[in-house]
């Protein structure tokens, strides 16, 4: 028998954009189609139509092609809800549906109830004992709620990230399917798509897992098969702290515009919290050639904004002149300048943009920063420039004379005329950087 296709779906909700969060989620679902040779779906987790805008849905969009990560085909639970009904309609039909008509205020206070007497805050029950009068009596007052009727026994499932998992289902209320103003939740909405589309392998956070067990007999009572689960950790601060959004850049497009890479995100996304050292990856298809589910752990996973700033800077400074063009184009560097200007600051970049700033020094020169002690040698320095134009060989010359003339050498020699061209104590190679200066000062 040939083995099933292996078919993944990453279901945001377009109630916000991806995060760094979610993003781990859609990472490893479509890590694990491609490297199966399967299918990757986008599915738009809609049906709260209050919440949910296509602003942010074309926002997800937009964010996972920056990645690079290719959906096969979009779902959207908006257009799928007479499914959805469908699903419902057997469930009462296999008397695993119940109306319920508690408010939320008696819910609570039933909870509250539980809690005072140290039992587990479970659901009761009690509409199950509503006789066909009562109900429409109630009905008449408010509109009833649906829910599931869990088997209350233990659901078990062997989950790719946690290992066995054992989940007595009398400890879990029955959860609603579709609420009093006929809302079909996600509950529902994701096991009918998660069947029909016939999804293979669920990855989704560990805050997910007391889902999965009722999802796993509600699949079961649709006659449904159900799809291999694996719950990832949630990230956590640097500290372990819950990630907040005060820990800085946690949407994606937030750190998009900080010049973050994709695939320094990638990189790090496809490795914290596993076994194996986060790495820098050269594309997307490293990444699904090296991916491992049974890597991780599950113990939370902490993430640090900054870790991704060191892989971006490798990344870029690894670019060709050509992958660079486009921000030198948006720098307004000629584009005869554009393969010397890489060639002299590529080691120099934290990110793409920063081409601008060198480009800025070459064309427009910079305030020297002169060392009181240096004055007199930096002025006796420039007096010993020669006539440009420039080239690569004219720094060795320069810097040659002015030993000669002043008799310092080494660092005393070179720092503080790197200093008085170009501002800064640190920067490229001075050899080719000097034919691109335009403006060196004659005097300090
Ligand atoms: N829309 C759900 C969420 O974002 C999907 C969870 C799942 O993968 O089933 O939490």
């Given at each position: 028998m040939s083995k099933p296709m292996t078919t993944?779906?990453?279901?945001?909700?377009?109630?916000?954009?991806?995060?760094?969060?979610?993003?781990?989620?859609?990472?490893?679902?479509?890590?694990?189609?491609?490297?199966?040779?399967?299918?990757?779906?986008?599915?738009?987790?809609d049906t709260?139509?209050?919440?949910?805008?296509?602003?942010?849905?074309?926002?997800?969009?937009?964010?996972?092609?920056?990645?690079?990560?290719?959906?096969?085909?979009?779902?959207?639970?908006?257009?799928?809800?007479?499914?959805?009904?469908?699903?419902?309609?057997?469930?009462?039909?296999?008397?695993?549906?119940?109306e319920c008509f508690e408010t939320p205020v008696e819910l609570d206070l039933k909870r509250k109830k539980q809690l005072n007497m140290h039992k587990p805050p479970v659901y009761d029950r009690a509409a199950l004992a509503l006789t066909a009068r009562e109900k429409d009596d109630l009905r008449a007052q408010r509109p009833g709620h649906w829910r599931f009727l869990l088997d209350q026994t233990r659901i078990e499932w062997n989950d790719g990230i946690l290992g066995d998992i054992s989940i007595d289902a009398a400890s879990v209320s029955d959860?609603?399917?579709?609420?009093?103003?006929?809302?079909?939740?996600?509950?529902?909405?994701?096991?009918?798509?998660?069947?029909?589309?016939?999804?293979?392998?669920?990855?989704?956070?560990?805050?997910?897992?007391?889902?999965?067990?009722?999802?796993?007999?509600i699949i079961k009572a649709l006659g449904g098969s159900v799809p291999e689960f694996a719950h990832?950790?949630?990230?956590?601060?640097?500290?372990?702290?819950?990630?907040?959004?005060?820990?800085?850049?946690?949407?994606l497009r937030d750190l998009r515009a900080a010049g973050i890479e994709p695939m320094a995100l990638l990189s790090h996304m496809a490795r914290i919290g596993s076994s194996q050292p986060v790495e820098l990856m050269g594309s997307v298809d490293?990444?699904?050639?090296?991916?491992?589910?049974?890597?991780?752990?599950?113990?939370?996973?902490?993430?640090?904004?900054?870790?991704?700033?060191?892989?971006?800077?490798?990344?870029v400074s690894g670019l060709s002149a050509k992958d660079i063009a486009p921000a030198m184009a948006e720098a307004g560097v000629p584009a005869d300048v554009v393969e010397p200007l890489w060639a002299a600051v590529h080691e120099n970049v934290d990110i793409r943009s920063d081409v601008a700033n060198w480009w800025a020094l070459c064309r427009d020169g910079i305030a020297p920063l002169v060392d009181p002690e240096d004055t007199e040698f930096v002025a006796t320095a420039l007096t010993l420039?020669?006539?440009?134009?420039?080239?690569?060989?004219?720094?060795?010359?320069?810097?040659?004379?002015?030993?000669?003339?002043?008799?310092r050498k080494g660092r005393g020699l070179f720092m503080p005329l790197r200093k008085a061209?170009?501002?800064?104590?640190?920067?490229?190679?001075m050899a080719g950087l000097m034919p691109l200066l335009q403006k060196i000062p004659s005097s300090v």
């Open positions: 993944t779906r990453f279901a945001p909700s377009p109630t916000g954009y991806i995060h760094v969060g979610n993003l781990r989620t859609a990472l490893f679902n479509y890590l694990i189609a491609r490297k199966a040779g399967g299918q990757f779906i986008l599915r738009l987790d709260d139509a209050e919440r949910s805008k296509p602003e942010y849905a074309d926002g997800i969009k937009e964010d996972l092609e920056w990645l690079g990560l290719s959906w096969d085909r979009v779902e959207t639970q908006s257009s799928r809800l007479d499914r959805y009904q469908a699903a419902a309609d057997k469930l009462r039909e296999v008397g695993r549906f119940y959860p609603v399917l579709i609420r009093g103003d006929g809302q079909i939740l996600y509950t529902l909405a994701s096991v009918v798509d998660d069947t029909e589309m016939a999804i293979s392998h669920v990855v989704r956070g560990s805050d997910h897992v007391t889902n999965t067990a009722t999802q796993i007999q990832h950790s949630l990230l956590t601060g640097p500290q372990g702290e819950a990630l907040s959004k005060r820990l800085g850049t946690l949407a490293e990444l699904v050639e090296s991916f491992d589910i049974s890597h991780f752990g599950a113990a939370p996973t902490k993430y640090d904004v900054e870790d991704l700033k060191p892989l971006t800077s490798k990344y420039l020669p006539e440009g134009p420039y080239d690569t060989t004219t720094w060795s010359a320069w810097t040659a004379a002015v030993k000669q003339a002043t008799g061209l170009t501002g800064s104590a640190h920067g490229p190679d």
